[in-house]
Structure formats: C-alpha cells, structure tokens
C-alpha cells in the first residue's frame, strides 16, 4: 500500500497529515489505522435536499465493495461512514481469510494485485484431535476451487483490503469519481415513499437531510434500519466464548491452517491458527462457556496460554522475548439473519442482513457477494438496461446464501461445542474412527470452507443455472492467454452469451439480433484447431470454459456480470431468448417472483 491516501478534494491542511499512514504496526500497541478528513458537504451551505441514485450507509468492507463495483459500471453514488477511517478503532484485524470467489470480485474491481502482494496464500488446512493429526486437505485439489486463476484462499487483515477499496475510489481526479465517500456521517433519521428515501445526518458541522431513490444499509450487525424499516430477524445465540491472540513470532510456525479440536494445551477446548500479512498470526482460543473477557483477555493469561501451546506443539519453552503481542480480544458467537434482504427502496447487505459464526469464513466473503450481487442488477435497472423486478432477485438469491452459510456455521459451531447426550457422542465417535478411517474424516467439522452459493430460488436464473463461474484460463486468437474476468469486463456490466462449438449461420444471426434488442455481449468458443465463424472469438485451448460452465459439446451459457451463470441451452432458440428476459427481470415470472 502507498504511503499516502488520495483525500477528496483540497482537506484542511491540519488535516493533511493523516494521510501518511502506511498501515504499518505500532509496535505492541495493536493497529494502527489511516484517517480520513471530514469534508463539509454543500448542503449544509446551501440547505438544498439533493436527491442521489444510490446512498450506501456503512464504509466496511461490503460497503466499499458495493461503492466501487457501482463506480465500475458507471453508478454514482454516495457512501456515507459515521468513521473517519476503515476497520473498527481499537478493535481487532477482523476477517482475516478471503475466499476464491471474493478474491475473482476483488480482481476485478482493481485491488487484487496489491491484496496479493501484501497477504498470505494458502490452501493446506490440518486438524488435530488431540496431538493426533485427524484430517487435512489441500482446497488446490477440490474441483470448487482447482481452475481458477486466483489462489483458494488469502490471509490478509480486514482493514487493509478496505483501505485498497478506499484507495481505489479515490484514484481517479475528483471531478471524475463517481463515488461520493463522507466520512463522519451519522445517520440518525429514516423514513421512504414509492418515490424515494430521506436520510437525515449528523455531521461535525452540523446537520442535514439528503433523498435516494435506493438505500443499500451496509452498516453492521447494529444497523437501526432495521427498527425504522421494521425488519425481522431469525436469530440464535450461543455460550460459546473465544479469545483472539494476535501475535507476532520470531520462530514461526509452518504456513498451514491448523486446527486443534480438544487441544491438550487449552484444557482439550478448540484452537485456531491462521498466518496473515506483515508476519502476525491469528490464534483463536475456544473458552469456558460464560467465561468474563476481561480475565481470559489479560495479558498474563494470554501469555501464559500461548506457552503452554508451543510447549505442548514444539517442545519449546518460549520466553517472552521470543514474540510480540500485537493485539488480544475476546469475543462470542452468534447467528442471524433478516427474514427479508429488502424493504421498500432498503436493500440490507453484510452484517447489516445475516451474522454468522466465522467457521469457514463464511462472514465477510458472504458480504462482499452481497454486494457484488446488487451492484449490477442496480446498474442495469438505473441504466435502463433491465426491469426493476430483477432488484427482487437480491432477496431471493443471497437469502438462500445467508440461511445456508448459517446453517452451515451452526452445525460446525455444535461439533466444536456439542451439548452433552446425543451431540457429543457423535463427536466423540467421529473423532475415533477418523483416527483409523479415511472415510471417517468428512464428519470432522472444523468449518466447511467459504464456496460460492447455487441460487436455486431466483426467478432470475434458469433451473439449468444458478452456479458461479471460476476465473479460468483460455487463449485468445494468435495464443495470447486470457481469463475469463476479462471477458467479462469486456461485458461493461451486461449479460455474456459464451457459444461453445459450430454455430450455424442462422444462429450468427440470431444472436446479431439479440445482442442490439437485448444489449448482450456474445462469443465463440471454439477447441484448439477449430474453425471460428464468429468474429468475437476465443479459444478453449484446455477446456475450463466449457467446465466452469457446466457444458459440454455445442451449448451456450449464459453468463452474469457476477460471474454466475444464468442458463445453459443447446440450441440458440425461443429458450435463449427466455433466459435473457428472465436474467434481466423482463419475463413473466420473474416479473411475479422478484417483484
């Protein structure tokens, strides 16, 4: 990351110096976070109520994802933060562990080269019961994550993947962003029409009123949308306690996942172990249930807890000169998730619509799919490229994400913690046999890894649809590689139509006509040595378009600006025609559904 930050505009020059914070470490005094200057917005000087397309309220990680996808496809909009700065003052590095799918996101939004470089890859996971080693795997030989161009995993702290969005819309001159960010903005009044929302602020100038024909609430688990709009929610919440120890060593451990499921050196409670960026560790300790974090976070005690873990694992002693800690919370679990993603012109996305526990990281990767989901059927609707029912879609599709991430953190949150009887039988059962039995192991449960969802419940996409793509390798006429997100940001935000094989002359006209009524962008896929008769052509020279696709032979896909495909087909007919009315929320029932 640079050493400075772009500000908006001309800050007061008292103010200039906040800019010079790289990110680094304070030593032993935790985080040490950029801050962004609060500039007075016209309004309070002119009294106007300016009317915006899209106001996003809440400048984490899903916020900034969804402000910078918007300006990518040519949406203004303002972010408003009630912060100065990105990640949580005083607070812990957060997300850690960014999956495939938001990793493709951030690829394409500009910051994944800078993600890279700064985190840690990773894709070997080991789970131990005990001392004994139960299960391990390698996510670079599961088939959910084997083609992409982009690695199974990165470890990287939250607050830096939200200071590269931050740097990113930041980054052309001021007159040319399209994103409005206002830092110490409040949000202390709600209320909307058909029409419109009207936000009113607080600000340490004063305060203000502003309208949004949308309203994306990105702004936590803590959102009062969800009183002022009358959300419901389905919630859960456990005893179980954990306390985070992040530090760093000058011996470190290998470069793996590891996870203790009755670690001998935690009173036979859980233990996680994660590498992120700038050589810090992040090590979860499972406590006893009502445990009081202000005695399990003291420094003595986690001291003495990190001794007694490498004792038992290395057989070393370590004194206290041999690490740094760089910072210590406690925290518990809990999961919920709001029955309706969208009220009215409100679309709730991140913690602001479903907790989860962290088991597989399924939190802020689900975030930043929330966001990418909205930001192009937003884009398409405000362009007038689609109908306004396909906004229904986001509802549909990452509320079936959200209950499945839940259910999924909530099954692995009951293995690490069983409740005596029936629960912990089985635990203790699946632990015995996976000690001897290979086809034991698949009942360990230390997190199911993040994937991406299959949306089976949108009117949005065909039942032969629904599945996210990976960021495959092809060549491009002449052999020069290329990937699949390229063909997509060649896309601009609209549908793509991959054809693989032949395509007759009657169906080159066909989709000649469909791509100026429909606004689609079309290609040939053709195997090495083929013939093209399309112009827009390229090569699958080994075959992961048509398997990323879930195709085979002569079809066609249909593919989102998500990356999700829409639908699949053989013959470019009547059904193709369907499919893109239905992905851009133009058919009857899709109409019906996501209204």
Known sequence: MSETTPTQDKPPAAL????????????????????????????????????HAVAIVGGGITGLTLACALAQYGIRAVLLDEDNTVGVKGASSRGICYAQKSLEIFKRLGIYERIAARGVQWS??????GSDEVYAFD???????????????????????EGFLVEQLYSPAPEDRRVDIRWSHRVTGFEQNEDFATLQLETPAGAYTLEAEHVIDCSGSRSPFRAWCGATVTAQQGDDRWCIADVRFKNPPPVERHTWIEAPFNEGRAVWQHLMADGVWRIDYQMPPHAKAEEVSREDVVRARLKAQFKSQAGQLLDDSDYEIVWVGPYAYRSECLDSLRHGRVFFAGDAAHVMSPFGARGGNSGVQDADNLAWKLAAVLQGRAAPALLGSYHHERHEAATHNVLVTN?????LRPADGAERLFRTAALGLAREHVFARQLVNTGRMSTPNHYTRSGACDPSGGRATQNVGFAWPGGRPGELLDLLAWAQGRLLLLAFGDVSAAALARLAALSVEAGIRCVQVVGPGEKAAAMEHVIDDQGHLQATCHVFGHAWALLRPDGHVAATGESVDASLVHAVAAALGASAHAGKENA
């Open 411 to 415: 099954r692995t949150a009951r293995f």
């Open 124 to 129: 070997v996971g080991r789970t131990f019961a």
């Open 16 to 51: 200039a110096a906040a800019f010079t914070n790289g990110y680094e470490f304070a030593q032993g005094a935790g985080y040490t976070l950029p801050e962004y200057p609060f500039v007075e917005p016209p309004e309070l000087r002119t009294g106007e109520v300016k009317r």
């Open 139 to 161: 996510l670079r030989q599961q088939q959910t994550h084997s083609l992409s161009r982009q690695p199974p995993f990165i470890n990287i702290q939250q607050f830096y993947v």
